[in-house]
């Protein structure tokens, strides 16, 4: 079954200091993956994914499939940063197709 | 353009009642998710629909739990002779194209679901 953890539910950093959140995943295959934030009152959106090898807000994730790891990585943080961030995985196949499998979540906050 | 609306944002139960709770998806959006998120977890796969047609609702946790897109459109997601671990935030995402691994899915601001 496929699986993604977050170790952190907890991350402080900051302001202008650099901030990691890990995740990692387990599926047989190659899956699509995703980071999701939500900022305090707001709705769960998405930040970034794999498949568009985009930086959004200056965020990066690289997909290291030997460690199996979607870290999400900032060199310069933010208090506007401070959010609930979501590790997501999506099959490509088979019965994990299409639906998202999110992992705990990790509340970041950014100190001035 | 209006995002995706979920009502009620807030209810409140008595266990044994049955509640059901709606979702509109953005206008055009061909599918539709549901999650649940219990308090401190994530966000936990319930169902989705490709127009009208439930295409995997193997996430729902057992026979109480149901959902219709009858249109193609309005999603509802119905919990019948509620219970207390029924108790969560009740997502809705939807997505422009059919459902698929790269398809950017749109959440509702979710309704949070207490039975007491």
């Known amino acids: 079954a496929q699986r993604v953890t977050q170790p952190e539910k907890l991350l402080s950093v900051f302001k202008g200091a650099p901030v990691e959140l890990k995740c990692n995943y387990s599926?047989?295959?190659?899956?699509?993956l995703f980071w999701y934030v939500q900022y305090s009152r707001q709705r769960l959106q998405l930040l970034l994914r794999?498949?568009s090898r985009e930086s959004i807000k200056g965020f990066t994730a690289d997909l290291n499939k030997g460690e199996t790891s979607f870290h999400l990585k900032k060199p310069f943080a933010q208090e506007e940063d401070s959010a609930m961030y979501y590790c997501?995985?999506?099959?490509?196949?088979?019965?994990?197709?299409?639906?998202?499998?999110f992992g705990q979540g990790t509340i970041l906050t950014v100190h001035p | 353009g209006a995002g995706v609306s979920q009502s009620p944002r807030y209810k409140v139960t008595k266990r044994g009642q049955d509640v059901a709770l709606r979702c509109d998806p953005i206008?055009?959006?061909?599918?539709l998710y549901w999650y649940r998120q219990a308090l401190g977890q994530g966000p936990e796969f319930l169902t989705y629909?490709?127009?009208?047609?439930?295409?995997?609702k193997s996430g729902l946790p057992n026979d109480r739990f149901s959902a219709e897109r009858p249109e193609g459109s309005i999603s509802t997601l119905t919990i019948q002779r509620t219970e207390q671990r029924d108790s969560a935030m009740y997502r809705c995402?939807?997505?422009?194209?059919?459902?698929?691994?790269?398809?950017?899915?749109?959440f509702g601001p979710g309704t949070r679901l207490t039975v007491l």
């Open positions: 629909f490709n127009y009208e047609a439930q295409q995997d």
């Open positions: 997501a995985l999506s099959g490509i196949s088979g019965t994990s197709y299409g639906k998202l499998t």
């Open positions: 995402a939807s997505s422009l194209e059919l459902a698929g691994p790269g398809d950017t899915q749109y």
């Open positions: 599926y047989s295959g190659s899956p699509e």
């Open positions: 206008s055009g959006h061909v599918s």
């Open positions: 794999h498949i």
